[in-house]
T-cell receptor, first 114, second 113 residues
């Protein structure tokens, strides 16, 4: 079966702009989580969506937001980009999003802010 | 303050020998403990996990050990193979998933021929 698909793979944006990243989960998976990976902070949890509702949220500013559609596809938006937002953004899907099992990650979107 | 620490940024092991990757944590509330493997330009891939009520779980060449009193988790790979060269992350999950998966910063395992 198809894995988790993230688009685009690479993105270059200018400070102050906004960006939208997309994630298509594995068919049938209802939970989608987003993570940010940077060399200094490692992998950090952004938020989780389940059945179109944000269920959990990490410790990130309000500039980071997301949504999930009825087909479980999810988008993540970052507004007023800062240089420090340069990172690999990973999406993970899961059937239920509980227990820590079965999180399948996509290959990520590499965002560079200049 | 880091809740999950992988104190060895890198580890070099000879092919065929045992690789032992370690992870320490501070919060006793974690329910599940997972290991992920990551190759460059790819997302992390789930390897093996263990629940807090167990102390060992085995899957082929991979065994995870959990020492709750020491708040210590380890992954043993026996025998180590060249394809095992990757970055390994421990990831911890607490009930409800309020913090998602809490990851360590990773250990780069290099298998020497």
């Amino acid at each position: 079966k198809a894995g988790v698909t993230q688009t685009p793979r690479y993105l270059i944006k200018t400070r102050g702009q906004q960006v939208t990243l997309s994630c298509s989960p594995i068919s049938g998976h209802r939970s989608v989580s987003w993570y940010q990976q940077t060399p200094g902070q490692g992998l950090q949890f952004l938020f989780e969506y389940f059945s179109e509702t944000q269920r959990n949220k990490g410790n990130f500013p309000g500039r980071f937001s997301g949504r999930q559609f009825s087909n479980s596809r999810s988008e993540m938006n970052v507004s007023t980009l800062e240089l420090g937002d340069s990172a690999l953004y990973l999406c993970a899907s899961s059937l239920t999003g509980t227990g820590g099992y079965g999180y399948t990650f996509g290959s990520g979107t590499r965002l560079t802010v200049v | 303050d880091q809740q999950v620490k992988q104190n060895s940024p890198s580890l070099s092991v000879q092919e065929g020998r045992i690789s032992i990757l370690n992870c320490d944590y501070t919060n006793s509330m974690f329910d599940y403990f997972l290991w992920y493997k990551k190759y460059p330009a790819e997302g992390p891939t789930f390897l093996i996990s263990i629940s807090s009520i167990k102390d060992k779980n085995e899957d082929g060449r991979f065994t995870v050990f959990l020492n709750k009193s020491a708040k210590h988790l380890s992954l043993h790979i026996v025998p180590s193979q060249p394809g095992d060269s990757a970055v390994y992350f421990c990831a911890l999950y607490s009930g409800g998933g309020a913090d998602g998966l809490t990851f360590g910063k990773g250990t780069h395992l290099i298998i020497q021929p």
